[in-house]
C-alpha cells in the first residue's frame, strides 16, 4: 500500500462508471505506457495494481514464479501511480476493459458487487489448498459481503495485504534528552503522552526558535487514534448513525488541536510550510511519527534508529488505531476463471508471493505464521515488529468511510475543519455544526445502497 492514504473516491464517479459498465472481456487493457509484456502463453490475463518501484519489483519476480509454476498461462502486468489508479480503473470498467485480477480499495467492495464488476470466489477459496484460518481475518472479512454488510458472508477478494498504522518514535532523541524509552507494551495516557512531548520540543541551536518538535500529525490519518481510545466513534455499530456529536469525540478532537496551539508540540503553520512534517521526521527532527509497514523499505535509510510503540490512551485505557488494506479482486468477465482465481489466491496467500513483498519491507505477511515469525527478527529495525501483529489482530479498526456505500459523509468531517486545528473553533462547536450534515449525506449513501441492491 502507498504511503496508505485511501484515496476517498466521490460516490457519483465511482457509480457512474459502474453503471456504464457492461462487464467486458477483460483481454485487451493497454499496457502500452505502464506495464510489462506479456510473455507467449495459451491462457493471457491481466493484472493490474499501483505502486512504487520496490512494489513493481516484488510482483515481478512473484508473477514469474507463478508463471512457471502454471504452464501455458501468462499475464501481462498493468502498473499505476497510486494517484492515477482509481481513475484508470474507472475507465476501464466504463469500457467494458476491466483486468481480470486487479487491486480493489476497501470502500469500494459493496458497490463492485452489486453492480456485477467482482466475482464471488468462495468456493475457491474454501476449497483450495492454503489454510484460510492462517490469513488475517481483518483482512479477509474486509472482502466480505453479504448485500447489506461488509465484513460478513460471501468472499469477493483476498488481500493484497493488511497495514496497520503504528506509532514510531526516534530513539535518539530520547537518548539525548536522558528519557527513558517508551514501554511497548503499556501506552502512555495523554497527560504523559503532553508530558515526555514537552522534554522533546526544543530550540537545540539556541537561535530563539524551536527547531526540534514532538509530533506531527495529520488530522486525516491520526485523529482516529485519538478518537477511538477515548471511546468515541464516527457511526454507530449498524453503520447508519453519525456519532460524532459526543463529549468523547469532542474532548479527541480538542486534544488533537491542542497539541499545537496550546501545547505547541508542534511546526507552527509557517513552519509545516516550509517542510513539512513527513520530510522533517525523515530530518530527524520529529519526535513521534505515524509508521506503517509500507514506509520500511523509505525508512530503512534514516540516519537514526526508529521503533513502535501502542498510541497514546485517552479514557478507555487501551490504545486505538487504524488498519487499512487492499484486496486483490477477479473481474466478474473474466474468460479466464480458473486461472485468475489461482493468481489472486498465489498473491495473497502463497509463501513464494508473500516473501517477494515481505523482503522488499512493504508490507507485513498476508500468513499468520509468517507474519510471527518474521516478527520474532527483534534485531532489525524497527525492532518492535510486533506492533504492528497486535494493531491487526487485537485493536486495529477499519476506517470509517469503508464500511458504507460512499464515504461522501466522512469526507465531509474534513472539509472545513481548519479553524479547529487553528484554535479558531472550539471542537465541541464544530462537531454539534456538523453532525447533521453528515447524517444527511451518509442518509443519502444508505439510500444509494438500497436502490443498487433492488
Not at 449498524?238 to 511546526?267: G, R, S, W
Not at 506492533?387 to 468511510?401: K, N, Q, S, T
Amino acid at each position: 500500500m502507498v504511503n496508505m492514504k485511501r484515496n476517498l473516491l466521490g460516490s457519483l464517479t465511482i457509480l457512474t462508471a459502474l453503471a456504464l459498465s457492461a462487464c467486458g472481456t477483460g483481454d485487451t487493457a493497454d499496457t502500452s505506457s505502464e506495464g510489462g509484456a506479456a510473455t507467449s502463453g495459451d491462457k493471457e490475463l491481466t493484472f493490474m495494481f499501483r505502486g512504487g518501484e520496490d512494489e513493481k519489483k516484488a510482483y515481478e519476480s512473484a508473477i514469474a514464479a507463478f508463471e512457471e509454476d502454471h504452464p501455458g498461462v501468462s499475464v501481462n502486468v498493468i502498473s499505476t501511480d497510486a494517484d492515477q489508479y482509481a481513475t484508470k480503473l474507472q475507465a476501464a470498467i466504463a469500457g467494458n476493459d476491466i483486468p481480470d485480477v486487479f487491486y480493489v480499495e476497501q470502500g469500494d467492495v459493496m458497490a463492485y458487487v452489486d453492480n456485477g464488476v467482482l466475482m464471488d470466489i468462495t468456493e475457491e477459496v474454501e476449497n483450495s489448498n492454503f489454510d484460510l484460518a492462517n490469513v488475517w481475518e481483518y483482512g479477509v472479512d474486509s472482502y466480505r459481503y453479504d448485500g447489506k454488510n461488509v465484513g460478513e458472508g460471501n468472499i469477493y477478494g483476498l488481500p493484497k495485504d493488511v497495514g496497520p498504522f503504528a506509532l514510531g518514535y526516534n530513539k535518539a532523541m530520547f537518548e539525548e534528552a536522558g528519557i527513558p524509552l517508551p514501554d511497548i507494551d503499556t501506552p502512555y495516557t495523554w497527560d504523559e503522552f503532553i508530558d515526555v512531548s514537552k522534554q522533546l520540543t526544543k530550540d537545540n541551536d539556541g537561535d530563539g526558535e524551536l527547531d526540534q518538535w514532538a509530533t506531527g500529525f495529520n488530522v486525516n490519518w491520526a485523529l482516529h487514534a485519538f478518537v477511538w481510545s477515548n471511546g468515541g466513534d464516527y457511526l454507530n455499530e449498524d453503520y447508519t448513525e453519525v456519532t460524532i456529536d459526543t463529549p468523547e469525540f469532542a474532548e479527541a478532537l480538542q486534544f488533537f488541536a491542542d497539541i499545537q496551539n496550546k501545547h505547541e508540540l508542534t511546526p507552527s503553520v509557517a513552519q509545516a510550510q516550509t517542510l513539512d512534517t513527513y520530510q522533517r521526521w525523515m530530518n530527524g527532527e520529529i519526535a513521534f511519527f505515524p509508521v506503517g509497514p509500507w514506509d520500511m523499505s523509505t525508512y530503512a535509510t534514516l540516519d537514526f534508529e526508529y521503533d513502535l510503540i501502542p498510541w497514546p490512551a485517552g479514557k478507555t485505557g487501551e490504545s486505538a488505531t487504524y488498519i487499512g488494506s487492499l484486496g486483490i479482486g477477479v473481474a466478474n468477465a473474466t474468460e479466464n476463471k480458473e486461472e485468475a482465481i489461482e493468481l489472486a489466491m498465489y498473491l495473497s496467500t502463497s509463501e513464494e508471493g508473500q516473501q517477494q513483498l515481505v523482503d522488499a519491507q512493504i508490507q507485513i505477511p498476508n500468513l499468520i505464521d509468517m507474519a510471527d515469525e518474521w516478527a520474532s527478527d527483534t534485531e532489525s529495525v524497527p525492532n518492535n515488529k510486533k506492533e504492528f501483529l497486535d494493531i491487526v489482530g487485537e485493536y486495529g479498526r477499519a476506517l470509517p468511510g469503508a464500511r458504507t456505500y460512499t464515504a461522501e459523509w466522512y469526507d465531509e468531517f474534513f472539509i472545513n475543519i481548519q479553524p479547529v486545528l487553528d484554535g479558531e473553533q472550539e471542537a465541541a462547536d464544530y462537531v454539534k455544526q456538523l453532525q447533521p450534515r453528515m447524517q444527511e449525506l451518509l442518509d443519502a449513501s444508505i439510500i444509494q445502497h438500497e436502490q443498487a441492491v433492488n
